[in-house]
């Protein structure tokens, strides 16, 4: 029995979730017993009847034609084609004004087949290639106007000079394009970008840490002058709270200041000791200073000495007896030791002669 329906010439599975490059499902040539119309699967899909003149009739869904009038319009062959709405993403590469750099333009696709019978009269039967060579061959010419380095200008001027591709082939695309340089200069400008992060993090870095640096400064600073006021002692205390083992150091610079200490003192003591400059009573307040520094200076044990074995304290030095009278004293005293000295010669003299016990030593 024959075969009143074969197999299509050409067919490709397909759904609503798949995704195709070519929106022609099947092609069935239309043998002499006519056109079978439950042969079609997809209600959605449109039909294009190719006729032995060489012509298209296209039926939309859900038109379909007739057995007598597929025979009265001598069609020879159906083609089942998708309606549907497809999505396709793809990456091509555009000249600069220098060929050494090139942009990489990342194109969104949206197509659907508008006109049937264009399409198929086209022969195109990749859809994405068919879109992505017409952009291709608008944009190059554009794309070398600008440098590498003004991609955003460029992808503006591609934006508004170029049309949809397609439309020649019965196809309605709606697309957009992101510009961008090529991977090389994407890794060079990052790296030129991350060198200035870098930078600018050190920078504040620095300045961060000389601000803190400053403070703390200004802060050791009042904190040592609070103690250094409070004299040497405390200073040095405070130095070795901080670091005990200067502890021999610390001993050491007490000792030598003590010492200058004592030689500077034991040096104005004899300065004003010695001095012949002024007068006696003039002196006589810093000579006592003076005498009571040595004093203190010589009743000085070595520290841990017990106080059994502390020297008895120095008799006073100052004043020297007699010292402190008026300078005409002298005179006078010498006056009176003249008149009583001849007085009592004379008295002596009567007392010897009348007891019998007088000598003839000489008074000395």
Not at 123 to 135: A, F, I, T
Not at 163 to 178: F, K
Not at 242 to 259: G, K
Request: charged share 25%; net charge negative; proline share 7%.
């Amino acid at each position: 029995m024959p075969d009143f329906h074969p197999s299509p010439d050409w067919q490709q599975p397909s759904g609503r979730q798949s995704s195709l490059v070519d929106p022609v499902i099947s092609v069935r040539q239309i043998s002499r017993f006519g056109f079978a119309r439950r042969t079609l699967t997809r209600i959605d899909h449109a039909l294009v009847f190719s006729t032995a003149a060489g012509g298209h009739l296209s039926y939309l869904p859900p038109l379909r034609p007739s057995r007598r009038e597929v025979a009265a319009k001598r069609c020879t062959a159906v083609y089942e084609v998708d309606m549907g709405v497809h999505q396709h993403r793809a990456d091509i590469t555009l000249p600069s004004s220098n060929d050494a750099f090139e942009f990489v333009a990342e194109v969104d696709f949206s197509w659907q087949v508008r006109d049937p019978a264009a399409f198929v009269r086209s022969g195109h039967r990749d859809v994405p290639v068919l879109l992505l060579g017409e952009l291709q061959r608008a944009a190059r010419p554009l794309a070398r106007r600008f440098a590498i380095d003004d991609s955003a200008t460029a992808e503006g001027e591609l934006l508004s000079r170029l049309t949809a591709p397609g439309a020649a082939c019965g196809l309605r695309v709606t697309w957009t394009l992101r510009l961008r340089r090529d991977q090389q200069a994407i890794d060079h400008e990052r790296r030129l970008q991350s060198i200035d992060h870098t930078a600018v993090e050190q920078v504040r870095v620095e300045r961060h840490g000389m601000a803190e640096l400053r403070e703390l400064e200004i802060q050791k600073i009042a904190f040592y002058q609070k103690y250094l006021e409070q004299g040497g002692v405390v200073a040095w205390a405070m130095h070795l709270a901080a670091h005990p083992e200067d502890s021999r150091l610390v001993l050491n610079t007490m000792r030598e200041d003590q010492l200058r200490l004592l030689h500077a003192e034991l040096e104005l003591a004899r300065e004003l000791l010695h001095s012949d400059g002024t007068e006696n009573y003039e002196l006589e307040g810093p000579k006592r200073q003076a005498m009571e520094v040595v004093d203190r200076l010589l009743s000085q044990t070595l520290p841990g000495a017990r106080e059994a074995d502390r020297p008895e304290p120095l008799p006073s030095l100052w004043p020297p007896p007699g010292y402190g009278s008026s300078p005409t004293a002298p005179a006078e005293q010498e006056q009176a030791h003249d008149t009583g000295g001849k007085g009592s010669r004379r008295d002596g003299g009567s007392s010897r002669g009348n007891s019998g016990d007088a000598t003839d030593e000489p008074t000395p």
